[in-house]
């Protein structure tokens, strides 16, 4: 079946420091990739996605590449700020099974000045 | 702005109250959502529409009964509720299933 995996946190890091946060998936078909993020008291917000193998997904800052030899969409930032402290959700939706979108479990980052 | 508004932002009700959340979307989708998000769980997927019909119901509890009288409104209506349906209630939208979901800010639930 499908699923994401993300690792577990939470992650506190420094102003300006290089973030990754890891998520790899299994997925019997094509599987669409996603991240999402949730400030505090908000809802899920769409950070960046790719959708299909070697494509990178970017926005503000972040990055994410769909590597389907390694069955993994790692979220990396080289310069955090305290801005980006939230929880970071990484998902896929696979239209091969009926067009079911699975979340991870999220991964919470804290940035200190 | 992300074009799924919900109302309330919070409710606190009692165990015999009857209250209903709204959803609305402004995006023209196709499918609507509600989530269910409790603190150190997953995400949980409670019901799925999709063109106003109901497609996925993930073994919901009766107490919880979800209406789509258009493919812009979703509601949750809630009676009975128990102490562990204390939770932020996230309702989502898409162009179709499968596609990129577009979530609401959420209502934060206290049931006393």
């Known amino acids: 079946g499908n699923s994401v995996t993300q690792m577990e946190g939470p992650v506190t890091l420094s102003e300006e420091a290089f973030l990754t946060i890891n998520c790899t998936y299994t997925a019997t078909g094509y599987p669409s990739l996603f991240w999402y993020v949730q400030y505090p008291g908000e809802g899920l917000q769409l950070l960046l996605k790719a959708t299909k193998a070697d494509d990178k997904g970017s926005n503000k800052g972040f990055e994410a590449t769909y590597r389907k030899e390694t069955t993994s969409f790692h979220l990396e930032k080289g310069s955090v700020q305290v801005s980006d402290s939230a929880v970071y959700f990484c998902a896929l939706s696979d239209r091969g099974t009926g067009n079911q979108f699975y979340f991870g479990t999220g991964t919470s980052l804290t940035v200190i000045p | 702005e992300t074009g799924v508004t919900q109302t309330p932002r919070h409710l606190v009700m009692g165990m015999t109250n009857k209250k209903s959340l709204k959803c609305e979307q402004h995006l023209g989708h196709n499918a609507m959502y509600w989530y269910k998000q409790s603190a150190k769980k997953p995400l949980e997927l409670m019901f799925v529409?999709?063109?106003?019909?109901?497609?996925e119901n993930n073994s919901v509890p009766s107490r919880f009964s979800p209406e789509c009288p258009n493919s812009s409104h979703l509601f949750l209506h809630l009676h009975t509720l128990q102490p562990e349906d204390s939770a932020l209630y996230l309702c989502?939208?898409?162009?179709?299933?499968?596609?990129?979901?577009?979530f609401g800010p959420g209502t934060r639930l206290t049931v006393t």
């Open positions: 989502a939208s898409s162009q179709d299933r499968g596609d990129e979901q577009y």
């Open positions: 529409y999709s063109l106003e019909e109901r497609v």
